[in-house]
T-cell receptor, first 112, second 112 residues
Framework: SQTIHQWPATLVQPVGSPLSLECTVE??????LYWYRQAAGRGLQLLFY??????ISSEVPQNLSASRPQDRQFILSSKKLLLSDSGFYLC???????????FGQGTRLTVV | KQEVTQIPAALSVPEGENLVLNCSFT??????LQWFRQDPGKGLTSLLL?????REQTSGRLNASLDKSSGRSTLYIAASQPGDSATYLC???????????FGTGTRLQVFP
């Protein structure tokens, strides 16, 4: 069966520090991969999506970047965190078009 | 551009009531709609996926309907229980990459 792993679960980082969040999917090949952010009291905002290795699309101009070095690995990064980067980050996957999407358990990022 | 709205934003009911949560979307050219549940501080759990060719989908006490022509979906929860307390989110895909656009959710509290 397919599973998605996302870590760490919580993270407290100072302003200006780098960030790396990792997401891996098991049990499937060539999935669509997504990074969402959920700010306090707000809905889920799509940040990045990828339909294949090295193929990254950005939805919102921001202080973050994403990479997909392997088929089932999706990484969210920042060189210098801002206070506004605080939030709940969720990774998701789906098997190409017209199929169900599945989410990881999320990472709570607090920038101090 | 796809916009998704959920009504009501919050709902508090006694145990045993039958509930209807509403979701509306602006772009009716969708090929599926998905309902999720989110517990506080947790990731999203997929509840139901309705394909555009279907009008209803059922799982246990949950029933979701989809009316593309009117741009609406409803989630019906029968005989609600305290364990149903959570935030319920609907999401419609956008584009060939299945980018899910989320509503802001309905926060449900079922009290004994």
């Amino acid at each position: 069966s397919q599973t998605i792993h996302q870590w760490p679960a919580t993270l407290v980082q100072p302003v200006g520090s780098p960030l790396s969040l990792e997401c891996t999917v098991e049990g499937t090949s060539n999935p669509n991969l997504y990074w969402y952010r959920q700010a306090a009291g707000r809905g889920l905002q799509l940040l990045f999506y990828s339909v294949g290795i090295g193929q990254i699309s950005s939805e919102v101009p921001q202080n973050l970047s994403a990479s997909r070095p392997q088929d089932r690995q999706f990484i969210l990064s920042s060189k210098k965190l801002l206070l506004s980067d605080s939030g709940f980050y969720l990774c998701a996957w789906s098997v190409q078009q017209n199929t169900e999407a599945f989410f990881g358990q999320g990472t709570r990022l607090t920038v101090v | 551009k796809q916009e998704v709205t959920q009504i009501p934003a919050a709902l508090s009911v006694p145990e045993g009531e039958n509930l209807v949560l509403n979701c509306s979307f602006t772009d009716s050219a969708i090929y599926n709609l998905q309902w999720f549940r989110q517990d506080p501080g947790k990731g999203l759990t997929s509840l139901l996926l309705i394909q555009s060719s279907q009008r209803e989908q059922t799982s246990g006490r949950l029933n979701a309907s989809l009316d593309k022509s009117s741009g609406r979906s409803t989630l019906y929860i029968a005989a609600s229980q305290p364990g149903d307390s959570a935030t319920y989110l609907c999401a419609a895909p956008l584009g060939l990459a299945d980018k899910l656009i989320f509503g802001t959710g309905t926060r449900l509290q079922v009290f004994p």
